[in-house]
């Protein structure tokens, strides 16, 4: 082994990037809207009140009925099928459809109907070459990006801010097929800018575009440069002649507290698919487990680094590329990575030798609480090449990542390998991810390409966006013209539209469209995580039980008598291949029309409150007004003093419309479709300032009532609240991963 290498100090002068005045037991600002771009360098700082959902058109009852596609909540006309209805301010950072299918698209923000538009519409069975969306103003590229581009699919990661609520509906439903991811917050929680809602008429920052359009490049400060020596940035690189199965420590960096900005490596072009199989380890601060132990490939978002036509870029990723030039292949990674003492990268060769492997690392210093951040992580799972049947297949399990335990972090992304025998039919499977404990997934997507940023199966064809690509792969196994050429994989990188956990993450992928594919996945799983949580579970409160009721001074004058259940949460088919794979259990509820209070105990130092209800979700639109007083009140004896704190609304149930007709411009259907799935978990944002300090408090919901069919002409479901039960978690900012005086202050 030959190993070369050369340091530059970079100037270490403050570090402006970072603000020096923040304290550890303080949330950190959260950037929102297109501050999500602009500072994209607080990749990893934590989302302390954030929560992130994706719905979308997947089939209620468990199967792939229309390829997920055209199961809407309700419809209020038959040019208004809505797929998504939120109330409460938040963000819209991504949607997706397949084709044009849907537009023109309804965009209610706070009630007012905005038309979005893909130029295909006119004449959807005349497809535009070089379609675009409409007002093209708008939505842009980098931001938008449609089925010419992508090989199948209309995709926006434009912000969509709103004040009160969003709709988003389907003027036609052939193949209406359609994901979006949300993110909304604890009032009170810091935000770069306050939520403004969308005008319909205001362009994206250029410099947002210009940003992300640098996608390919090195956008990460270098030294020597003016942004780079602002922020003091360091780079060390070297050369190793990498032996078959050798590791190789290649450096450890020990100038903490600090953040790797630029994780670089390049080798021969005829060295490329060595380097690929090679493995990458990072470790953080000397701890146990390394955070980064993938294949080199896969971690750099392609299956293998084989480049059958020769193109530039395999991987044009806004956070990690793979490039080609006339004689050496290159990586690059600038995912943030902070570390508070030391960081160790090694490569370890597979069964090949790699020489000439040229390797950068860039660092800047680290000036915030070491609490504001988490490590970086890229966890990789071979999952065989036999699935379980009926069971999604588990990317991430934070609760036995490294040691297991309680993280708090954010989601950033996937890299997969979904065949090894170029088996597109797979991409059916669902992605379905579960935070903090919940039940219900708080992400359910309708298939695997669609979370690859493609449709169709991309045509078979590549792509590579800055967010979202399949950059290898034969269109099938008799087209393909070597077996390595028959490897599929895609990727699906996060930022605006991350998704933060505070205790647990299980990052989850339905193989097929019924969890019965047989291909052979790899998958590396990017998520940021320290250890340790930002919510504390406080109470738990059964409603229908006596002790439970009686211990939380529950009333609720008008609310049924206790009532079993036997259904299921939404966890994928009931049974695969005759054999039941989810069974039915059974709980206890009551129903109200009124209003119904208890009492539930918090952390005084809570940074806002989470509170989740298990409910029969058989009853449609389900919405309730809350209100939070002081608990010391009750029990002293005083009045209470009740204060606002927003509407609690679950949109749809688990009767659904279907509307999928044949023809492009069919006529919208109404057909009503029951799934047995009555079970469902919802999250409510109780305020900072209603909870701040108090050790209990008083909730109390008071139901109201949205007389609304199901679709125009269907008798109104009878209405009511339900209650299962109430979960009670308290954010807190997590403790610091390092000692106090190896931590920044």
Request: proline share 8%; aromatic share 12%; glycine share 8%.
């Amino acid at each position: 082994m030959s190993l070369r290498r050369h340091t530059r100090p970079g100037a270490l002068i403050a570090l402006l990037l970072f603000s020096t005045s923040a304290t550890a037991d303080e949330p950190p600002t959260i950037p929102v809207g297109l501050d999500s771009y602009l500072q994209w360098e607080k990749w990893p700082y934590q989302r302390i009140g954030a929560r992130a959902y994706m719905r979308s058109t997947y089939d209620r009852r468990g199967g792939n009925e229309g390829a997920d596609a055209s199961h809407f909540l309700y419809q209020e006309r038959d040019d208004f099928n809505v797929s998504l209805d939120v109330e409460g301010p938040g963000v819209l950072y991504f949607a997706r459809y397949n084709h044009w299918h849907g537009s023109p698209w309804h965009y209610e923000v706070d009630g007012t109907d905005h038309i979005v538009k893909e130029s295909s519409t006119a004449d959807p069975n005349k497809p535009a070459a070089d379609s675009v969306f409409l007002p093209a103003s708008l939505f842009p590229n980098p931001l938008a990006w449609t089925w010419s581009a992508t090989k199948g699919a209309d995709m926006s990661w434009v912000p969509i801010p709103f004040e009160r609520s969003f709709r988003m509906a389907y003027s036609r439903t052939h193949y209406g097929t359609g994901y979006y991811i949300y993110h909304q917050f604890v009032r009170g929680a810091k935000l770069s800018r306050p939520i403004r809602a969308w005008d319909a008429k205001t362009p994206p920052d250029p410099e947002a575009l210009k940003l992300i359009a640098r996608s390919g490049t090195d956008i990460a400060p270098r030294p020597g440069t003016p942004d780079g020596d602002k922020v003091g940035v360091r780079e060390q690189h070297g050369t190793v002649d990498l032996k078959q199965g050798e590791t190789v420590a290649l450096v450890k960096l020990d100038n903490a507290p600090a953040m790797i900005r630029a994780l670089e490596f390049s080798a021969p072009r005829d060295s490329a698919l060595a380097l690929g199989r090679a493995r990458l380890r990072v470790t953080w601060d000397g701890r146990p487990s390394a955070s980064i132990d993938a294949p080199v490939a896969l971690f750099y978002g392609s299956g293998a680094l084989y480049n059958r036509d020769g193109r530039e870029y395999l991987v044009k990723g806004f956070p990690i590329h793979v490039r080609y030039d006339d004689s050496r292949v290159h990586l690059a990674c600038y995912f943030p990575m902070p570390f508070f003492r030391s960081a160790k990268v090694e490569l370890i060769a597979a069964s090949e030798p790699v020489p000439d492997v040229r390797w950068s690392v860039r660092t800047a210093p680290y000036r915030d609480p070491a609490n504001h951040v988490a490590y970086f992580h890229a966890t990789y799972a071979d999952h065989g090449a036999t699935p379980e049947p009926g069971k999604d297949l588990v990317l991430l399990d934070t609760r036995n990542a490294e040691g297991g335990g309680d993280w708090a972090g954010h989601l950033v992304g996937t890299s997969f390998i979904f065949s090894h025998d170029a088996r597109l039919d797979t991409l059916e499977g669902d992605p379905r991810f579960f935070f903090d404990d919940s039940q219900t997934p708080q992400a359910q997507g309708t298939g695997t390409e669609e979370w690859g940023g493609g449709g169709d199966y991309w045509g078979g064809r590549n792509m590579t966006l800055p967010f979202a690509g399949h950059p290898i792969g034969a269109k099938d196994a008799k087209s393909a013209v070597s077996d390595l050429d028959k490897i599929e994989s895609a990727y699906r990188f996060l930022l605006a539209d991350l998704m933060p956990f505070a205790k647990n993450a299980r990052i989850q992928l339905e193989h097929g469209g019924t969890n019965e594919s047989t291909e052979h996945y790899e998958t590396v799983a990017y998520w940021y995580g320290t250890p340790g949580h930002a919510l504390i579970q406080t109470d738990a409160f059964q409603v229908g039980d006596e002790a439970s009721e009686h211990a939380h001074r529950y009333v609720s004058p008008n609310a049924s008598a206790p009532t079993e259940i036997t259904s299921r949460y939404e966890w994928g088919p009931d049974h695969v291949k005759g054999k039941e794979v989810y069974p039915a259990h059974t709980d206890k509820g009551r129903t109200t029309t009124g209003a119904s209070e208890f009492t539930l105990k918090i952390d005084p130092k809570n940074l806002g409150v989470l509170l989740r209800r298990k409910l029969d979700y058989a009853y449609p639109n389900q919405r309730a007004e809350v209100e939070v007083a002081d608990a010391r009140d009750d029990h002293e004896g005083t009045a209470l003093k009740w204060s606002p704190a927003g509407a609690w609304y679950t949109a749809g149930s688990n009767t659904c419309v279907y509307s999928n007709p044949k023809d492009e411009l069919g006529e919208t259907q109404h057909v009503a479709q029951t799934s047995n799935r009555r079970f469902r978990d919802d999250e409510f944002l109780i305020p900072r300032d209603l909870t701040a300090g108090r050790s209990a408090i008083r909730v109390r919901v008071r139901f109201t009532p949205v007389d609304r069919p199901l679709f125009p002409g269907r008798p109104v479901a009878p209405l009511a609240w339900s209650e299962i039960r109430y979960t009670a978690y308290s954010y807190v900012m997590p403790d610091s991963p390092v000692s106090q005086g190896d931590a920044p202050r």
